[in-house]
């Protein structure tokens, strides 16, 4: 059951108590950049259908940016993609990023259906689905 009456504040607050965040400009910083590498590793049809059920300050953090070439990694590792979150967010260690997205993950499950929670972890590479699916 999607969870559209969820505020943007609740999110990031529910965020600062689950990754165990200072602040809630971390927990604005942190989802922003778990959404950013979500974004390059959903397929276009996906990352539309998940920014449709997010308010619209995360749906801007899933669709911004863009690269020159973009193939998806289908077998990207869990490490490297929380590298990348690691990098967006300023943090540096990949294992804490592993955690957070984790509680990233577990709040934007809450806005979503099970049709569509179904087709994220479909669409995510298996070491990232796991974790999407665990959360």
Known sequence: MSNNTMTLETFYSKLVQ???????DHAAQLSGAVLHTLGFNLSGSVKRQL???LPDDLA???TRGWRLIH????????HRFAKDVALHSGN???LYAEQATAAVFHLLKQYCDADLTRAVAKDL???IRKLWNAA
Do not use: H, Q, Y
């Not at 689950?18 to 809630?24: F, K, Q, S």
């Not at 193939?71 to 869990?78: I, K, P, V």
């Open 18 to 24: 689950r990754a165990g965040l200072r602040t809630v």
């Open 51 to 53: 920014a449709k059920a």
């Open 60 to 62: 801007r953090g899933l």
């Open 92 to 94: 540096t260690d990949p």
């Open 125 to 127: 590479s298996p070491e």
């Open 71 to 78: 193939f998806r990694n289908r077998n990207l590792s869990l």
